[in-house]
C-alpha cells in the first residue's frame, strides 16, 4: 500500500490499479536461440552475431541450430545440479538407495537467475517481453465498484 500511495482501504476502490499494475507486472519469455548464442560466445569468447545453423540430409531438410542446442542441454543440465555444482539426489531410507532427482527450472525468473549466477550475461540479452495487457485490471471506468457504487451499497 505505501508503494501506491494508498492511506486508507477505502483509497483502493478509485485507486487505479491498471496504471500501478503496467509498469510493474512484465511478463518474458525465453529466446533460447539468442540464450544459446549469448552461452556460446561467453564460454568461447567469439564475437559471433549471426545464427549457427548447419543443413544436413541429401536436400538439407534438416537444419541443426546449435545455439538453440546448447540452450537446451544448459537448461536440462541445470536440472540435476544445485547451485553449488552438487548433483542433487535423495536418499531412500527403504531401500538405501541413493537416487539421482531433476528439479527443472520451473520459472523463467530461476533461469534469469541461473544464468546471471554463472556466466553474468544480462537477462536483455536473451528474454522477449510479452504483452501483459490482458492481464491487467480493467481500466477504471470500466470497473464494477466505484465509490458512488460502494457508497451506496455500505450506507443503504
Not at 520451473?106 to 556466466?119: A, E, G, P
Request: net charge positive; with cysteine; charged share 30%.
Amino acid at each position: 500500500m505505501q508503494a501506491a500511495k494508498l492511506a486508507t482501504p477505502a483509497d483502493c476502490i478509485t485507486f487505479n490499479h491498471r496504471l500501478f499494475w503496467e509498469k510493474r507486472f512484465r511478463l518474458a519469455t525465453v529466446d533460447r536461440v539468442r540464450l544459446g548464442r549469448a552461452l556460446n560466445k561467453k564460454a568461447t569468447g567469439s564475437k559471433r552475431r549471426g545464427p549457427r545453423v548447419v543443413t544436413c540430409g541429401s536436400s538439407g531438410q534438416f537444419a541443426y541450430d546449435y545455439d538453440r542446442a546448447f540452450a537446451n542441454i544448459v537448461i536440462r543440465y541445470h536440472r540435476y545440479f544445485d547451485q553449488y555444482g552438487r548433483k542433487r539426489t535423495k536418499f531412500d531410507e527403504q531401500t538405501g538407495e541413493v537416487h539421482e532427482i531433476a528439479i527443472p527450472i520451473d520459472t523463467t525468473q530461476s533461469l534469469v537467475d541461473l544464468v546471471r549466477r554463472c556466466t553474468g550475461i544480462p537477462s536483455q540479452e536473451y528474454l522477449r517481453p510479452i504483452d501483459a495487457s490482458a492481464f491487467l485490471p480493467a481500466p477504471p471506468e470500466k470497473a464494477l465498484l466505484t465509490r458512488a457504487r460502494v457508497s451506496a451499497f455500505v450506507y443503504d
